[in-house]
T-cell receptor
């Protein structure tokens, strides 16, 4: 079983600036995956980025990158050049051999013009 | 558009009633997952099916049941509904294999009055 903790219920960032969302997790498995999902006001769950635990290199997708610290069980999301369309609820999630996702409680990101 | 479809989009019913939520996975995906998103419980995994067989159960109430049909669509049945069952119900699908990347449908918003 996994647990995922997001300690920042709300964050705000100025348009074009950079923001980092925090996530810590706990799992007893050695083979697992970590994800960040975005949920805009439409409520659609959109995959932002994925990290395989066995890979040391941090995943990057355009303006989105992660800082994966395996020993610390930390998985933060960095959004560069923030845009108004990035405003959403962001969920950190973990899955292991059982494949189902365990989600954190989410961070509501506001982008200020 | 994730390729996962869910019907209906909205459902309003009364306590004690029974409803069925339907999900069609992405073409080629054999796994279907059901999640519940509520204000007090957050995003919770309910149940997983793989190619017609139940694979994993999460925090699913005994009043809830699901199945996956030969054409791979899935239905989530909720019975003896209570006010607390009001939530957004998501279906997600994934291919078999590493990565565990799940693609979410738009969700069904259930309101129990």
């Amino acid at each position: 079983a996994q647990t995922v903790t997001q300690s920042q219920p709300e964050m705000s960032v100025q348009e074009a600036e950079t923001v980092t969302l925090s996530c810590t997790y706990d799992t007893s498995e050695s083979d697992y995956y970590l994800f960040w999902y975005k949920q805009p006001p439409s409520r659609q769950m959109i995959l932002v980025i994925r990290q395989e635990a066995y890979k040391q290199q941090n995943a990057t997708e355009n303006r989105f990158s992660v800082n994966f610290q395996k020993a610390a069980k930390s998985f933060s999301l960095k959004i560069s050049d923030s845009q108004l369309g990035d405003a959403a609820m962001y969920f950190c999630a973990c899955s292991g051999s059982a494949r189902q996702l365990t989600f954190g409680s989410g961070t509501q990101l506001t982008v200020l013009p | 558009d994730s390729g996962v479809t869910q019907t209906p989009k909205h459902l309003i019913t009364a306590t004690g009633q029974r409803v069925t939520l339907r999900c069609s996975p992405r073409s080629g995906d054999l796994s279907v997952y059901w999640y519940q998103q509520s204000l007090d419980q957050g995003l919770q995994f309910l149940i997983q099916y793989y190619n017609g067989e139940e694979r994993a159960k999460g925090n699913i109430l005994e009043r809830f049941s699901a199945q996956q049909f030969p054409d791979l669509h899935s239905e989530l049945n909720l019975s003896s509904l209570e006010l607390g069952d009001s939530a957004l119900y998501f279906c997600a699908s994934s291919v078999r294999g590493p990565g565990n990347e799940q693609f979410f449908g738009p969700g069904t918003r259930l309101t129990v009055l």
